[in-house]
């Protein structure tokens, strides 16, 4: 087996063309120029079976490595005989399913023939030394490893309500050109199957795409400022920020708040469209999955959005009615306009007016009674799925008397604990700055509180991580929004060091950036400011 000299190394595009491959990564200049999906060059050395004794072997030798080489274009999606589930189980299942059959190819993968001169064993040895030289990220198509990122993530806690439109991706790619969605899908495919198979060439590839993501985005920004697009904002063009904010939280290596201007990018896009055209379809998926990822911005940067005002909150529901999720969403969105209210009357101390100090009480006391509400109806409508009947210290709705009582309740369901941990912290950041704003209040009992629902945040991560329901989608990216605010906010240290200990894990371990507060600068675009 031996290198042969001018054999191109041309992605298969060209080859197939038979003119001159540029070789650049991830997509060579000629298939930018006719606009095709480059299966890119080829990596590394290339052998091939060599034979002196007549033509005929040589052909047939040469026929084997074409056999291989088509594999890896968007046709075949993998090259046998080399064990994907031997990278992550995962990413080797690529067998067709209801969710993925717009992706796969309709046609068989042509059957592997060995060359009449070598033995079946001396053929493997040879399959695995051509494939060796290969990334093991080539192996599986793009379009294939789009389809398993997006069944990975639909498998997730929550996905029929907040994932609904993942599925409806390959739809709107094979109908129209959308670039930013394209190379964003690419790269946080790459991203996920990189961090699960710790596959560094996987990761380097996705960084390139998504380079070419935000590119492909400022160029989309662009033409919507100036009106340039006759089509307007369309789901594309929202899901493509999405995607890149998903992106970001996978990698902790990059900047700490992109994750966050992206979605601010989304969330401006979706306001421009107006709350009418949120009522229906992908579009009202995109919209429950979007204002919930930017409850954790706002409470955050402690800026109130567009999507906490009484027209966001009601119009887009005018055709769907809510959910007992749904509900406390509404509620969530209203507490960071509060924080930043309570924040502004906690900073001038002494100096603050009466009137601001009782505004800002007011409005932390109508959240509290809100989430308080919630919760008994949650918990009677959980009750009565059971058959069960509420008890009464449920129909009280006596926050101080039932906290211990809350604490100690189970779930049957990894989003029933997700739930129940966005419900807690909201009663924490409520508590909280309830403390900060009125030193006439029993802050004993308060920070007691504050202490009883933050162990049950812990409870409820515990549970969410022994039930290993994330495994395969990256990790609980949700949950470092109510784990933050228990290490920031329990006066209990070893809440606060347990909460820590967890996303230190996650970030060690899986890759996810869980620092919500931007701390590094940033060299990604401010596409926020951009479309402002």
Same mark, same amino acid.
């Given at each position: 087996?031996? !290198? ?93 399913? /209801? ?137 594309? *063009?929202?899901?493509? /920020? ?48 979007? !204002? ?45 306009? *509060? ?194």
């Amino acid at each position: 087996m031996a !290198r042969v000299g001018g054999r191109s190394r041309g992605c298969a595009n060209c080859r197939q063309k038979r003119i001159k491959c540029s070789e650049e990564l991830p997509s060579c200049s000629q298939c930018v120029k006719c606009g095709k999906i480059c299966p890119g060059a080829v990596q590394g050395n290339i052998f091939i079976m060599s034979s002196f004794k007549d033509n005929a072997r040589r052909k047939k030798s040469r026929g084997v490595s074409e056999t291989v080489s088509k594999s890896q274009d968007s046709g075949t999606g993998i090259i046998v005989p080399l064990a994907i589930e031997s990278l992550h189980p995962s990413f080797g299942k690529l067998q067709a399913t /209801p969710l993925n059959q717009l992706l796969l190819p309709t046609r068989r993968a042509p059957r592997r023939t060995s060359p009449s001169h070598a033995t079946p064993s001396s053929y493997d040895k040879y399959i695995l030394q051509l494939l060796s030289s290969q990334p093991c990220y080539v192996l599986l198509d793009r379009q294939r490893m789009s389809g398993r990122f997006i069944e990975c993530l639909t498998k997730t806690p929550g996905a029929p309500m907040l994932k609904a439109w993942l599925p409806q991706l390959p739809g709107i790619l094979s109908k129209r050109s959308a670039p930013t969605l394209t190379f964003a899908l690419r790269a946080v495919s790459l991203a996920l199957f990189g961090s699960l198979a710790n596959d560094k060439g996987a990761q380097l590839e996705g960084i390139r795409w998504y380079e070419r993501g935000l590119q492909s985005q400022q160029k989309d920004l662009i033409l919507l400022t100036n009106g340039a697009l006759a089509s307007g904002v369309t789901d594309e *063009a929202i899901c493509g /920020p999405i995607l890149l904010a998903f992106y970001e939280m996978t990698n902790c290596n990059t900047s700490t708040d992109a994750w966050m201007r992206h979605l601010c990018a989304a969330s401006k896009l979706m306001e421009m469209r107006g709350p009418e055209a949120c009522s229906s379809g992908f579009a009202h998926a995109l919209f429950r999955a979007l !204002r919930l990822a930017m409850i954790y911005v706002t409470t955050d940067q402690r800026k109130p959005s567009f999507l906490a005002t009484d027209l966001w909150r009601s119009v887009p529901f005018c055709e769907t009615e809510k959910s007992s999720f749904d509900k406390l969403v509404d509620i969530l969105t209203v507490i960071p306009l *509060a924080l930043s209210v309570s924040d502004a009357v906690a900073a001038l101390g002494d100096d603050s007016t009466p009137q601001a100090r009782d505004e800002a009480a007011t409005k932390l006391l109508e959240i509290r009674r809100g989430l308080e509400k919630w919760w008994t109806e949650y918990t009677c409508e959980l009750m009565q799925e059971d058959g069960l009947n509420s008890p009464s210290y449920m129909q009280a709705g006596d926050a101080h008397l039932t906290t211990s009582l809350r604490v100690t309740a189970l779930y049957d369901d990894p989003f029933e604990a997700e739930c129940r941990a966005l419900y807690d912290t909201g009663i924490i950041l409520v508590s909280h700055a309830q403390i900060l704003i009125s030193p006439l209040l029993d802050s004993t009992t308060l920070r007691e509180e504050i202490v009883a629902h933050g162990s049950s945040i812990l409870l409820a991560v515990n549970y969410i991580e022994r039930q290993e329901v994330w495994k395969d989608a990256g990790g609980p990216f949700r949950l470092t929004y109510p784990l933050k605010v228990v290490r920031d906010t329990s006066p209990n240290l070893q809440q606060s060091q347990d909460a820590d200990a967890f996303m230190a894990h996650w970030r060690k371990h899986r890759g996810i950036n869980t620092d919500l507060t931007g701390s590094k600068s940033s060299s990604i675009i401010n596409v926020t400011t951009t479309i402002g």
